[in-house]
């Protein structure tokens, strides 16, 4: 199943909004078994959807097509697919009556220019879309492509998709696909790919990776007409996966690095704080970003000058005067203050530069030195970490929870 | 000048990574006076990409194209430009200099893998990367296209298209171009399009919106052969802006909100601080987002539990038992303890529901209190934001520091 994707309007080819819905269905058409050979953008220009249509038609079985249903006047997507096909444009009288019903639940009343979101090429089939007023419609292009037109409103067009147009199309695949997503912190992409080197072949597998700073995800796939088949291997590949890469996958699925950690508290039923500096709250953002933190995480004190490193978190003056906020004994402090100011089993602190301003010879920008404080000792580290101010924020406030989890679980390793 | 981009390779067309390039160089083009037509992406597959070009450049002046320029097998570029043009590809000595003494530099040899890098279609144009290893081209395609080839790497694509491609490109647009950036709070995309309506007309210019959520961007881009007469332009139909849109514009170019606001506190030379509970640091990581920062802002008491509201920012016991932690008054009383505990002259403070889980009939998943204390008193609001928790929270963030501004702002005009 050869796939296309297109996607219709000026805001993209203008740059003023990133183009997600490409991403997205470029992704599950690959997770539904596509290949996907082409996405591409153009702007409301009837002549260029009609040209690019055509073009995608003659390479792809499939086309999934967003953007150009709304009620204005550059909203051109039903008018061009008529033309291009030599039929009228046709009312349909139920998605008429949807729009009006739609409109007066929100207390609208239905304009001329909404009614014409009811008007298909004839013969169209068509998708009603439960979230918003523009229906979608599929038609079949040149020698039998299945075309298919969605709303460009990323959350209406991905549960139309999901709904309407994913069952079908996963029924034509070549077979089933099972897939496990492996996250991981620690290692360069390209160095992840290199000790995964030769994996896909061993294990008939595809492997993936994806960014998302400082992390990267690596999705297993397998691809069989058995899915019991297709699930054993993609099971064989991931534990292949794990063995090379060893301790820097901490979860599989959609868990965070935090819910990780914060999975290993719980067990222990350890409560954590933290007292941060440069990276000013990003650590305590990252904890909080899922629900159910509370369960593990009671807060931080974020102290941004030595006033408050001293008087919230009782590092002593002198230290701060002799070693400079940045050093290894104030990180050390700020652990075992902040474990005793919020009353916590574990605390975590980080003191550094995060730029651009502030580096010194002897303390470079990028520069952060940080700690964990346990019921068994204090451990700290520090490093110089690459980037700009927001890569450096992000590096370290990982590196500082990853110093916890490997403490924790060292921890338990011993006892 | 009618202008294409062309994405290459596979990762884009599985969806494993977001296209930024693609908007980056759109919003590039648009802003150097080129229409940007069409943008595609295919795969790593010689054949489309050989067709692809040949189709844009049938309707493209300039086709920026980025990847498939690296060491691996899977970089097909050069060699496919080669064959579009019907010439050998020639070894660049220059470029392959440059490519040794860059990997000598690092500690590694170089492969003949990436001496392969400084393979061109003969005749090319070679664009120098200062910061990798993959030089870029440009060669002329069809009837005259200009077709300019780089790496896919952001960062080094960016450089390499603002020294060597923009300024050429600027020449030969069709006139000058004159923009300002205008940055809100407060009102959706729709009202501000809304409030707006008329203006593009009014003034000659072209708006156009950015959202970065919760904020709107608007861009107000003026047009002419004279550049005096475009800034002119730009700068009337800015003040247009201003006057429909009041109080909600809150800077002009690159300021964030928090900048923003600290530009207030700095100018009335005060310290602020936050104590947070819902939203937990983002306040906080929003004030130290840029450099400079502690020019303004002393720190956070993040108080997850109960326990650390009573402890670290005074709030009564009784009080949290008697209203719950989600109220106007213990909104108001961690605000004035945080003033206290932190040493600061402003502070603000969220405490609130920002879900999944949590909510009950009487207190709903979205109800923050906050409330912010100055030496003039204290002010509290509440809202039921909507969305997701990472809405709720955005939502919530923006809120509680638009009341300090207005608060800040209200006080002024008093004094």
Redesign the interface.
């Known amino acids: 199943m050869i796939a296309a994707v297109l996607c219709i309007g000026t805001?993209?080819?203008?740059?003023?909004?990133?183009?997600?819905n490409?991403?997205?269905?470029?992704?599950?058409?690959?997770g539904l078994g596509a290949?996907?050979?082409?996405?591409?953008?153009?702007?409301d220009?009837p002549e260029?959807i009609s040209k690019?249509l055509g073009?995608l038609a003659d390479?792809a079985d499939v086309i999934i097509c967003t953007g150009g249903l709304g009620p204005t006047t550059d909203d051109l997507t039903s008018q061009t697919v008529a033309d291009l096909l030599g039929v009228p444009l046709e009312r349909d009288e139920k998605s008429l009556d949807a729009i009006r019903e739609r409109m007066t639940r929100f207390g609208r009343k239905m304009a001329e220019s909404n009614a014409k979101q009811a008007d298909f090429p004839k013969g169209a089939r068509i998708l009603p879309n439960d979230d918003g007023t523009a229906p979608g419609f599929s038609v079949t292009l040149g020698a039998g492509t299945d075309a298919f037109f969605l709303p460009g409103v990323p959350r209406e067009m991905k549960a139309m998709f999901e709904t309407q147009i994913a069952p079908g199309l996963a029924l034509r695949a070549p077979g089933n696909i099972a897939q496990i997503r492996l996250k991981t912190f620690g290692y360069p992409e390209s160095r992840v790919n290199d000790e995964l080197a030769g994996l896909e072949e061993a294990h008939d597998v595809i492997i993936?990776?994806?960014?998302h700073f400082p992390e990267i995800e690596v999705?297993v796939l397998a691809r069989a007409v058995d899915p019991e088949a297709a699930a054993a291997r993609a099971r064989a590949g991931a534990s292949a996966v794990r063995e090379r890469l060893g301790g820097i996958v901490y979860a599989e699925g959609d868990v965070t690095f935090a819910e990780a950690l914060g999975e290993i508290l719980v067990e222990r039923g350890l409560m954590m704080g933290?007292a941060?500096s440069c990276t000013?709250?990003?650590?305590?953002?990252l904890?909080?970003?899922?629900?159910?933190?509370?369960a593990f995480?009671?807060?931080?004190?974020?102290?941004?000058?030595n006033?408050?490193k001293h008087?919230?978190l009782e590092v002593p003056m002198e230290m701060l005067e002799q070693h400079g906020a940045v050093s290894q004994p104030v990180a050390e402090a700020m652990a075992r203050g902040c474990a005793k100011?919020?009353?916590v089993d574990v605390a975590c602190a980080l003191t550094g530069i995060?730029?651009?301003?502030?580096g010194t010879e002897e303390k470079p920008v990028g520069l952060v030195h940080y700690a964990v404080a346990t019921p068994a000792g204090v451990t700290a580290k520090h490093r110089v970490f690459l980037g700009s101010?927001?890569q450096i924020r992000r590096r370290s406030a990982f590196a500082a929870l990853d110093l916890v989890r490997q403490t924790l679980l060292a921890d338990l390793e011993k006892a």
Request: glycine content about 12%; charged content about 20%.
């Open positions: 805001e993209l080819t203008r740059g003023e909004i990133v183009n997600t490409s991403t997205w269905l470029s992704e599950a058409l690959t290949e996907v050979v082409k996405t591409a953008v153009v702007a220009d260029r690019t073009a390479d993936a990776y994806r960014a999705k933290t941060e000013g709250g990003l650590v305590a953002e904890l909080t970003e899922r629900g159910g933190s509370s995480y009671a807060g931080s004190i974020i102290s941004y000058t006033a408050i008087s919230a100011a919020l009353g995060a730029g651009p301003g502030g101010r927001d």
